[in-house]
């Protein structure tokens, strides 16, 4: 694709429900990022994949919130146990290997995610 | 831990002015600093990266300045449009890590 894209765009839920994310980085790009953002702030990191694998998760805040990437490109962030705390922008990033102009991280639009 | 710092948090002027906005961060081990725009209710567009080793990067009207040992970069914003209003972030990322550590970034509107 063009870009960066998630999927929904806006998510609305109840406290104690599960939500899963979703992002479609840009094709061939290896590394990809969640980071997650609330009103007034800028993003704050949450987990990094280079490929399949977990690079770095320090920025999970706790055990509800998992994210996978089976097969090296789409990804899901996954949380259970929503609570109104939770509510904030997820944002997803991808990135390509090597290179200065390579090291741009591209976002996508976000997903909105609402716990009522 | 990096701590990012961006002011003013607002800022609103005339069309037409020269601007700069300012990025101050607390851990000067960094590998680059990316300077970003936010729409409201968008995602982030990348605006300039900036390497370590580089003293500042210029693109169009933007231009972006580092001072590693200081911990502080700028964005000077040369002849302002209402099409430049958003939301500016920078984004240092650590020699450690390939995450980016994000300031709560500087609301820029330009008044017709």
């Known amino acids: 694709g063009a870009g960066v894209s998630q999927t929904p765009s806006n998510k609305v839920t109840e406290k104690g429900k599960y939500v899963e994310l979703r992002c479609d980085p840009i094709?061939?790009?290896?590394?990809l990022y969640w980071y997650r953002q609330s009103l007034g702030q800028g993003p704050e990191f949450l987990i990094y994949f280079q490929g399949t694998g977990a690079a770095d998760d320090s920025g999970l805040p706790n055990d509800r919130f998992f994210a996978v990437r089976p097969e090296g490109s789409v990804s899901t962030l996954k949380i259970q146990r929503t609570e109104r705390g939770d509510s904030a922008v997820y944002l997803c990033a991808s990135r390509s290997r090597g290179g200065s102009i390579q090291e741009t991280q591209y976002f996508g639009p976000g997903t909105r995610l609402l716990v009522l | 831990k990096q701590e990012v710092t961006q002011i003013p948090a607002a800022l609103s002027v005339p069309e037409g002015e020269n601007l700069v906005l300012n990025c101050s961060f607390t851990d000067s081990a960094i590998y680059n600093l990316q300077w970003f725009r936010q729409d409201p209710g968008k995602g982030l567009t990348s605006l300039l990266l900036?390497?370590?080793?580089?003293r500042e990067q210029t693109s169009g009207r933007l231009n972006a300045s580092l001072d590693k040992s200081s911990g502080r970069s700028t964005l000077y914003i040369a002849a302002s449009q209402p099409g430049d209003s958003a939301t500016y972030l920078c984004a240092p990322r650590m020699d450690s890590s390939y995450k980016l550590i994000f300031g709560s970034g500087t609301r820029l509107l330009v008044r017709p």
């Open positions: 094709s061939g790009h290896t590394a």
């Open positions: 900036i390497q370590s080793s580089q």
